[in-house]
């Protein structure tokens, strides 16, 4: 009979010290937050939104600034939480044997979730909060938000007049150097990598999945769909994340 895929991964973590963890959008979908490149994905069925994460269109276009406000206010009055996916991240930590937590997610389930921020790399950033694009302020979002809702459709800057966005990585910025050192250095490392949810098509962090090959560590992907990368990994899972991640964990 051929192996059970479910079971070889949980071997593979069973035998694991030092799990490095990869997380993508597709790890919160089933906590009501769509993924991007999937058939019902932001992206796929809204090409608009695309260009909201333009860090070029966003800067040139108040239309588009103004429009990316109205879609985070509608989403700040339905606030998502974990799913059983996020969770089983804690199991994994719980067990002594997650050394870092990639994510690609800017939702911040992942602490909501209870896993040791000190353990994650928001790779992407955050959407909780804002930041100035010309003096680097910084703050929670809620108070943006406060401002769109009372009608300044495309706030600034209260310190210095620059404009402002959600604390997250854009199309077209840079990703923070020191976070990506500390994620390879992380995958370097770790004795067994475990994609979830990502279709590993996102440069420089999809890097990180042939360091740790390179490196000796095992490789597991779980994912709706397949990735880019399922040719180096040694177990390939393609179901749903919250049913199977926490079989695969515990």
């Known amino acids: 009979m051929p192996n059970d895929p479910v079971t070889d991964a949980a071997a593979l973590i069973e035998r694991?010290?030092?799990?490095?963890?990869?997380?993508?959008?597709?790890?919160?979908?089933?906590?009501g937050i769509p993924d991007?490149?999937?058939?019902?994905?932001?992206?796929t069925m809204n090409p608009m939104a695309e260009r909201q994460s333009s860090i070029h269109h966003y800067l040139a276009d108040p239309q588009i600034r103004q429009q990316s406000w109205q879609v985070k206010l509608a989403a700040s009055e339905h606030q998502p939480r974990p799913n059983a996916g996020h969770q089983a991240i804690v199991d994994l930590e719980r067990r002594g044997k997650l050394h870092t937590l990639i994510t690609q997610n800017v939702d911040g389930l992942h602490r909501d979730a209870g896993t040791d921020p000190d353990r994650i790399v928001e790779i992407h950033g955050t959407m909780r909060d804002y930041m100035c694009m010309s003096c680097a302020d910084r703050g929670p979002i809620g108070e943006v938000l406060d401002r769109v809702r009372a009608g300044d459709l495309d706030p600034a800057c209260s310190t210095c007049g620059g404009v402002l966005k959600s604390a997250t990585i854009s199309f077209g910025q840079g990703l923070v150097a020191d976070?990506?050192?500390r994620s390879e250095r992380a995958?370097?490392?770790?004795?067994?990598?475990?994609?979830v949810g990502s279709t590993l098509s996102v440069y420089p962090v999809a890097g990180v999945v042939p360091i740790a090959?390179?490196?000796g560590a095992a490789v597991v992907i779980v994912?709706?769909?397949?990735?880019?990368?399922?040719?180096l990994a040694d177990v390939v899972i393609?179901?749903?994340?919250?049913?199977?991640?926490?079989r695969i964990v515990r």
């Open 238 to 246: 393609r179901d749903s994340i919250s049913t199977v991640l926490p």
């Open 223 to 231: 994912n709706g769909q397949p990735t880019d990368m399922d040719y």
């Open 36 to 43: 991007f490149r999937g058939p019902q994905g932001v992206w």
């Open 213 to 215: 090959r390179n490196s």
């Open 16 to 31: 694991s010290e030092r799990v490095v963890v990869l997380t993508g959008a597709g790890i919160s979908t089933d906590s």
């Open 187 to 195: 995958a370097l490392d770790c004795d067994l990598m475990l994609a």
């Open 179 to 181: 976070d990506m050192l």
